[in-house]
């Protein structure tokens, strides 16, 4: 139902990969703000790929966690995320995109994070799942309108090609992390505490009690990412 213009204008030569890739990277060296953005998402998605990494081991291994109970908190965050696309489709346009972007992703990072570290019961967990989820389809909704509206419409495929291998690239490395930190540091740690012990009052014992702490930590470097960026004056000159 929505009409898009055709592109009435010729398209010319093909560009050559490496051209087309050159030429993106030089535009992204020159508007610093949008360079910085996506670093800010590269770091997001370092610290969410390992959350992606240690939560079905948690779901499974706490309290006799079981598949059902995995796949019941993942169904939350399945509506809790649609829930936030029909949201983002209603709201105004904000006065400040980057002000929305930065306070979507403080707010998802730390809320899910610590319910996921505490919490001991399926219901902490969904809670968790919504007020993580909800969030970032604004946050996304405003990210593609400053890329789209920031960035020249004869450049944008050579901007989104380099923004991808920048942004996500960070995804597999936080996926190895995320195995690795709690298989090898964070159950280890846990394994040899006492049981009046406070890591043992706040993440409880056995598997997953690593799993649990791990959170406890990703929700401070996700809080950390989010306050570093958000003083970055270049992020903030695209609102100029």
């Known amino acids: 139902m929505i009409r898009i213009p055709e592109n009435k204008e010729g398209t010319g030569e093909t560009e050559k990969l490496l051209i087309s890739a050159r030429k993106g990277i030089a535009y992204l060296r020159k508007e610093r703000g949008i360079f910085h953005l996506i670093l800010f998402l590269a770091a997001i998605n ?5 959350y992606d990494a240690a939560f079905p081991a948690m779901m499974l291994s706490r309290n006799g966690g079981s598949e059902k109970i995995l796949g019941l908190v993942n ?16 709201v105004k346009e904000p006065k400040s995109r980057v002000r929305v972007i930065c306070n979507c992703l403080l707010f998802s990072m730390s809320m899910e994070n610590f319910l996921l570290a505490v919490g001991r019961t399926p219901l902490i967990w969904c809670i968790g799942g919504v007020l993580g989820w ?29 923004r991808n291998s920048l942004q996500f690239f960070t995804i597999p490395i936080g996926y ?4 690795f930190l709690v298989d090898q540091i964070f159950e280890p740690v846990m394994a040899v505490q006492r049981e009046e012990s406070l ?3 706040l993440f409880g014992a056995g598997k997953g009690s690593g799993a649990a702490l791990l959170f406890f930590v990703l929700a401070f470097a996700g809080i950390g990412v989010c306050l570093y960026f958000r003083h970055d004056k270049h992020i903030w000159e695209l609102e100029q």
């Open 199 to 201: 890591l043992i009052k």
């Open 176 to 179: 190895f992390l995320g195995g």
């Open 75 to 90: 169904a939350v965050i399945g509506a809790a995320t649609l829930a936030g696309s029909i949201l983002a489709s209603f």
């Open 134 to 162: 909800i969030a970032i389809p604004l946050m996304s909704t405003n990210l593609d309108a400053i890329m789209r509206l920031r960035v020249p419409e004869q450049m944008q495929g050579r901007v989104y090609s380099v």
């Open 46 to 50: 370092l610290v969410a790929s390992i």
